[in-house]
Nanobody
């Protein structure tokens, strides 16, 4: 069973940038569709971005399009989320998620594997 470990969260001022990483323990990482979700206090977990096996196909929720970039390095078993022009409303715990031998999904329950989350706080 793959283990996912996020890192890179922190406190940043509005307009700043952060880069999240998600390291996978499975050497077959290239067979996983991956995604980022986030959950703010008192809110449901929401989809942020997804990427297919090769990294050639990505999808973003509207509120982050043009500001966030999802990518992956299969040789390093790692996925990334570059977050620019951060806003206070981006404050949340960010989770990476994976599903093996499947296309990516925008729905959290369709992912089998989850990291523990990393806190992102954007101050105004």
């Amino acid at each position: 069973q793959v283990q996912l470990l996020e890192s890179g969260g922190g406190l940043v001022q509005a307009g700043g940038s952060l880069r999240l990483s998600c390291a996978a323990s499975d050497r077959t990482f290239s067979t996983y569709a991956m995604a980022w979700f986030r959950q703010a206090p008192g809110k449901e977990r929401e989809f942020v971005a997804a990427i297919n096996w090769t990294g050639g196909n990505t999808y973003y929720t509207g509120s982050v399009k043009g500001r966030f970039t999802i990518s992956r390095d299969n040789a390093k078993n790692t996925m990334y989320l570059q977050m620019n022009s951060l806003r206070p409303e981006d404050t949340a715990v960010y989770y990476c998620a994976g599903r093996k031998y499947s296309a990516y999904s925008l729905t959290a329950y369709e992912y089998n594997y989850w990291g523990q989350g990393t806190q992102v706080t954007v101050s105004s």
